[in-house]
């Protein structure tokens, strides 16, 4: 299994347009927004930023990189053929959950590169510390919904279902924008959402907080419901 986790770790990385997409456009829209729109010299208003789109892009490279791998290889008949080696289903899934949870890192560690040398984000070394944990952990409900979708449509499906729900959990979720500014209606929706309350662990970090406060029960919540249904329809695919 080892080998095969590798294997599938160095075969994502040659993928440049998954790469370019899940890497580069993060990046990019992080100095984007705080250098040419500017945070008129609000350094917390970077770093709160800064967060945002490291999970935005570990979402990215969480849900549309397992979720268009597995249907592609339910679609091509791969997993059949997988089932024909001592490797059982179970074991495919571990390692398709460990790659995805492995290749969420480059991106955070880029995003908050780019806060503390292009920005100037400057924070307690715990704080940054904490971060990337609290950031990896906010990643696995969606890397569930990407296992969900990869075993209930097809491939030339997946990629589009997960984008789709990718824009609308980062938009909605208040990643690209503050939730403070959205419309009272759409603020109360946000807050409901799994992208707000994954945000949340990481933006009370960052306002002095310990990060699981009140709102981390309904991220709990969505955690156990999507782990669920992720296998649910990995038993009925098997």
């Known amino acids: 299994m080892g080998r095969y986790l590798v294997m599938e770790i160095r075969r994502t990385l ?8 899940t890497i580069c456009f993060p990046v990019g829209f992080y100095l ?39 249907a592609t290889e339910r679609t091509r008949g791969w997993t059949r053929t997988l089932a024909l080696t001592p490797l059982r289903p179970i074991g495919y899934l571990g390692i398709k959950l460990g790659a995805s949870i492995l290749l969420t890192l480059p991106v955070i560690l880029l995003v908050m590169a780019c806060g503390f040398v292009v920005n100037g984000v400057r924070l307690p070394a715990g704080t940054w510390f904490a971060l990337v944990p609290l950031l990896w952990l906010a990643t696995i ?9 990869g075993y209930s449509v ?10 789709a729900l990718l824009f609308v959990l980062s938009i909605g979720g208040g990643l690209w924008m503050p939730v403070q500014v959205f419309p009272h209606w759409l603020a109360q ?5 799994p992208s ?14 310990q990060p699981f406060g009140s709102g981390a029960l309904l991220f709990a919540a969505w955690l156990v419901v999507l782990l669920g249904f992720a296998g649910w329809r990995f038993r009925k695919a098997s």
């Open 14 to 21: 040659r993928n440049v347009p998954f790469l370019a997409y």
């Open 32 to 70: 984007l927004f705080t250098q040419v729109f500017g945070s008129g010299g609000d350094k917390d208003w970077s770093a709160q930023y800064m967060v945002s789109m490291a999970l935005y892009g570990a979402m990215g490279a969480g849900l549309t990189g397992v979720s268009a791998r597995i």
């Open 141 to 149: 409900p969606f890397i569930a919904l990407g296992v969900a979708i």
């Open 154 to 163: 097809r491939d030339e499906v997946a990629s589009g279902v997960s984008v």
């Open 189 to 193: 929706v946000a807050r409901v959402l």
């Open 196 to 209: 707000y309350r994954a945000g949340e662990l990481s933006w009370r970090l960052l306002d002095g907080h």
